[in-house]
């Protein structure tokens, strides 16, 4: 299996920032295997939705849900297994707890714990 664990959740004010991790382990095959990452969050009585997607390839391909956009950026470190999710000038809307997620070439998918992002005054 891929283990995701998620770190960088807090309170954070009306405008404010936060940069989420999301770090894969494994072994070496599994990690090889994913070709896809994301984040996704789920807000207190709401359905688990997409926030941004970015492919594990030579090249990044990101891929963001509509809203998000010029507020959150998706990022990956191969090197560390990491990938990242800044948001800037973030919303009350935005509290949510935000899950990890890797998609391998087996079609397999791997979820994260969450960690909790709260924006609130």
Request: with cysteine; net charge positive; glycine share 10%.
């Amino acid at each position: 299996q891929v283990q995701l664990v998620e770190s960088g959740g807090g309170l954070v004010q009306p405008g404010g920032s936060l940069r989420l991790s999301c770090a894969a382990s494994g072994s070496i095959f599994n990690i090889n295997s994913i070709n896809a990452m994301g984040w996704y969050r789920q807000a207190p009585g709401k359905e688990r939705e997409l926030v941004a997607t970015i492919t594990i390839t030579a090249t990044s391909s990101t891929n963001y849900a509509n809203g998000v956009e010029g507020r959150f950026t998706i990022s990956r470190d191969n090197a560390k297994n990491t990938v990242y999710l800044q948001g800037n000038s973030l919303k009350p809307e935005d509290t949510a707890v935000y899950y990890c997620n890797a998609a391998t070439k087996y079609r397999t998918r791997f979820w994260g714990q969450g960690t909790q992002v709260t924006v609130s005054s």
